[in-house]
């Protein structure tokens, strides 16, 4: 427990269960500009999009591990706002950096998503570029390595499909898809808090890269064909909204020459390196029409996990 972890966004939905899971083995800081209280953690007020606020927090916190988890997650509100995107996912990714250097953090993780995935085609989409790109480029600058973890959509979480369409069936048994063709990667709240922790397991081997969960995908309509067998309602199509790209990318082309597959922590994983081109590399992108997909039963499970 003598190692000190600074989980930004740590009143967010994987933040949260990250600091759950994490304090049996650190000693976990939760920081977020919105109050949480989590067993076994300490909050600490935190506007990562402030600079000297950051400074303060790594100042009292001292921490020895810092997951970057802190973002504007919405895809359609940062096409509306890019402002408060570019604030707390790119300048708050830059305070974190930046301080993280200054202080001499041994370790930094950010948290990424498949949006990140080239080509980019929303602006939360770019921000988490960004983020990859700065933090495999910082690494080797200081004593601070940096690592970033690309994660799938993590079912349940704030403001996704599933408990949006909960919220729905509560207020009148209509539920509602934007993109019912659409095809989306997965990874499960418990697999997402065990890739972050594998790579701080793993830092030596990952940092300066991005390591990336290997997921299997589902089509949006084959999840809310789950949904309404196991909570009933009416389906309606919606009006379509910007939510990402149709197909979803784990791996995009361009990023092909510099992937390698290998097992961590005995789960398939993606490292790819922007820096040094990767012997050898996978086959070819990895996107939703040709990953496995996630069985019936699997499906289930998840509408199963939030009820």
């Known amino acids: 427990m003598g190692m000190r972890v600074l989980i930004t966004g740590g009143a967010g939905f994987l933040g949260r269960r990250l600091g759950a899971t994490l304090s049996s083995r650190y000693s976990v800081v939760l920081g977020d500009v919105v109050p949480t209280e989590v067993a076994g953690c300490t ?12 400074r303060k927090v790594f100042g009292e916190v001292k921490p020895d591990i810092v997951v970057h988890a802190a973002a504007n997650k919405y895809v359609d509100l940062s096409e509306k706002d890019p402002f408060h995107c570019v604030d707390v996912n790119i300048t708050g990714t830059e305070s974190i950096a930046r301080v993280a250097m200054e202080t001499g953090v041994p370790m930094v993780v950010g948290l990424s998503s498949t949006a990140a995935t080239p080509p980019q085609v929303s602006v939360y989409g770019l921000a988490k570029a960004i983020l990859e790109r700065t933090f495999c480029s910082l690494n080797g600058k200081t004593e601070t390595k940096f690592t970033t973890v690309r994660l799938g959509n993590i079912p349940w979480s704030t403001g996704s499909v599933l408990p949006a369409w909960k919220e729905m069936l509560a207020k009148g048994g209509v539920v509602t898809t934007t993109g019912p063709d659409d095809h989306r990667f997965f990874c499960r709240l418990e697999e997402a808090v065990e890739t972050v922790q594998i790579a701080i397991d793993n830092i030596d081997e990952v940092a300066g890269k991005v ?67 990767a012997s050898p590399p996978i086959a070819g992108m990895l996107d939703a029409a040709n990953a496995d997909a996630l069985s019936g039963a699997e499906l289930s499970a998840i509408v199963a996990a939030g009820a």
């Open 43 to 54: 909050f600490v007020q935190l506007d990562v999009a402030n600079v000297d606020a950051v």
């Open 211 to 277: 390591l990336v969960r290997k997921s299997k995908q589902a089509r949006i309509q084959d999840v809310l064909d789950a949904f309404v067998k196991a909570n009933g309602g009416t389906v309606q199509k919606a009006e379509a909204r910007l939510t990402g790209r149709s197909i979803e990318i784990l791996v995009g082309d361009l990023e092909v020459p510099y992937t390698r597959e290998t097992v961590l922590g005995g789960a398939p994983h993606f490292v790819i390196s922007f820096n040094a081109k």
